[in-house]
């Protein structure tokens, strides 16, 4: 382990940089997740502190999920072992918690986020070729328009978190169920009438077959236009009767009459 002393004789100055000195050797992997600390006695004596300050200084790494305390015979402070779903749900709660701003508005910001994260996402799944059965089975789901608006955008939320899964990345995988679940941590109150789901769905389904398709440019353009619809409708409401798409009516596919031609005139001949 490395060594640093800490200088400063305040207690709080103290803790911090034993804090940081024990999150260095585990973020470069001197402690790997699942090995044991030293004891406090070891810890103490290498730190040239007392227990109650050593004691904040765990405790701090305990908050940041970086270790975990157990008692009895062989315990001690062991580095955390996350799954990738707990840390995923640990970015959602910071995420959702430093963005948060009255009335959702901090929504819009997070479907940013989220939708360029999927970007990539969804052309790592078509250069992988990911199987994208939990995609197809959620789409499925949202085109019966008799589900509940709570069922539609949690199966839209599922679907999300499917999209990422098939990244095959871990790590965007990780990062992207942090952006989602904070993002749908509220559910906007302007509801999601049929007109809009088929809008929703229009998107999610040209994203699944350019996923199986092996079409990364229908996937991001997709995504893209995704976008712009969410952002109009969180922006003024009025998206909804914009932007949807409406067969156009039979006045519009008539033809211009052709227009009529003028006599030659034969004295002009």
């Known amino acids: 382990m490395s060594k640093t002393q800490p200088q400063d004789g305040r207690a709080a100055d103290r803790v911090s940089a034993i804090a940081t000195v024990l999150q260095d050797n585990i973020m470069t992997g001197h402690y790997a997740p699942g090995d044991r600390l030293p004891s406090e006695a070891d810890l103490c004596a290498h730190f040239e502190v007392s227990r109650p300050t050593l004691r904040e200084a765990l405790g701090r790494l305990t908050a940041r999920g970086l270790i975990t305390a157990r008692r009895g015979a062989g315990g001690g402070a062991f580095v955390t072992r996350p799954s990738a779903e707990v840390a995923g749900e640990q970015i959602s709660a910071l995420v959702a918690l430093t963005t948060r ?17 999927q970007i990539g996402c969804a052309e790592l799944a078509v250069m992988r070729q990911a199987d994208i059965a939990d995609i197809r089975a959620e789409i499925d789901l949202q085109s019966d328009f008799a589900i509940s608006d709570a ?30 679940e904070a993002e749908y941590a509220v559910t906007p109150a302007d509801g999601y009438p049929t007109r809009v ?8 389904v040209r994203v699944a077959n350019g996923i199986a398709g092996g079409r990364a440019d229908d996937t991001r353009t997709a995504l893209t236009e995704l976008w712009s619809f969410e952002q109009n409708r969180h922006s003024d409401g009025s998206e909804d009767h914009q932007m949807v798409e409406r067969p156009p009516k039979m006045r519009d596919l008539r033809l211009p009459p052709v227009q009529r031609l003028t006599p030659l005139d034969d004295s002009a001949a």
């Open 151 to 180: 069922d539609f955008i949690a199966s839209v939320r599922r679907m999300h978190l499917a999209l990422a899964a098939a990244s095959g990345n871990p790590a965007m995988a990780m990062l992207a169920q942090g952006l989602i």
């Open 101 to 117: 701003m009255d009335d959702n508005a901090h929504r819009p910001l997070l479907t940013e986020a989220r939708v360029l994260l």
């Open 197 to 204: 789901r088929a809008r929703f769905l229009s998107y999610h």
